[in-house]
């Protein structure tokens, strides 16, 4: 393997500050990112390192022309090996994401993926009989040696721990990777977004964990959570989505990102938003050149 420390150094730098952007961003309110009453933000779907619809969003999003923009990226990592014999290298999407939060901190977010905490936490998630979480960090090692290999992911679960839980608009629209199964929305603590994550609230039956990881949302459950909340919508990725998006109730949009029908939402902040508008605004990634 030639020498590639000095690549290295400079990933590992890029994800530390990228870290540090994530914690001292200033939408920052505790676990949650609170945007304002102007401007955009595009919200996207799982990715699991699909670089092409990644690249298409840089090209719509634009932020360099694009001041009021904002762009949130959620379950970037564990890439579909269904038909690969290699390991997973969805690092080299979640590279080009922390570059992308180095060059416009204030308008590059993330937001914390059941995927995403399954590597920060080690609990293994196993899909077509190989364990997603181990050929990450293989793919990691793979790429780096050995021993940069361990920095690099080192760097990355610093990266990772950085991520806010979910987001919050002006104009009533909460924003996360999903939300509370409808048989653990009791063990959710709404109040951890008004602080920063614990391990205990990353770990089985926490709060982070039972938003990140949560399915099955019923009606009654929605509008439990949208009065907790003090929201009237939800969009959201973590189901898989054949067609790229399914409502719930009218009140959950799921989204995802990461196949050739994957979607994304540019959402208006300085208006009043339904459901209706979520959906007329929703572009196909495949659309953009």
Not at 7 to 30: F, I, K
Not at 96 to 113: D, I, M, N
Not at 272 to 286: H, K, T
Request: include cysteine; proline fraction near 4%; aromatic fraction near 6%.
């Amino acid at each position: 393997m030639t020498d590639i420390c000095a690549d290295t150094a400079t990933d590992v730098a890029t994800y530390r500050q990228a870290a540090r952007e994530n914690r001292e961003d200033p939408l920052l309110r505790g676990s949650l990112l609170a945007f304002p009453n102007y401007g955009q933000v595009v919200m996207t779907g799982d990715l699991h390192g699909h670089q092409r619809n990644l690249q298409r969003l840089e090209t719509y999003c634009d932020l360099e022309r694009a001041g009021a923009r904002h762009v949130i990226l959620h379950e970037l990592i564990h890439e579909d090996l269904s038909l690969s014999t290699g390991f997973d290298q969805s690092h080299e999407l979640l590279l080009t994401s922390a570059r992308w939060k180095c060059a416009f901190p204030e308008q590059v977010h993330f937001l914390l993926g059941n995927h995403e905490l399954a590597q920060i936490t080690g609990r293994e998630i196993s899909k077509a009989g190989r364990i997603l979480t181990t050929d990450f960090a293989c793919g990691v090692v793979q790429a780096y040696g050995p021993e940069d290999g361990r920095e690099v992911l080192a760097s990355i679960l610093e990266f990772l721990c950085s991520f806010p839980l979910a987001a919050r608009t002006a104009n009533r629209v909460f924003l996360s990777h999903s939300l509370p199964g409808s048989r653990d929305i009791a063990a959710f603590d709404p109040t951890v977004l008004e602080r920063p994550l614990t391990q205990a609230d990353l770990v089985e039956g926490g709060s982070a964990y039972v938003l990140a990881w949560g399915r099955r949302h019923n009606p009654e459950m929605l509008a439990r959570l949208a009065e907790v909340l003090d929201v009237d919508l939800f969009v959201c990725g973590h189901q898989p989505q054949e067609t790229g998006y399914h409502v719930v109730d009218g009140r959950l949009l799921i989204i995802a990102s990461d196949h050739n029908h994957g979607v994304f939402v540019p959402l208006e902040l300085g208006k009043p938003v339904c459901m209706d508008d979520l959906l007329s605004a929703m572009r196909p990634l495949a659309s953009i050149a």
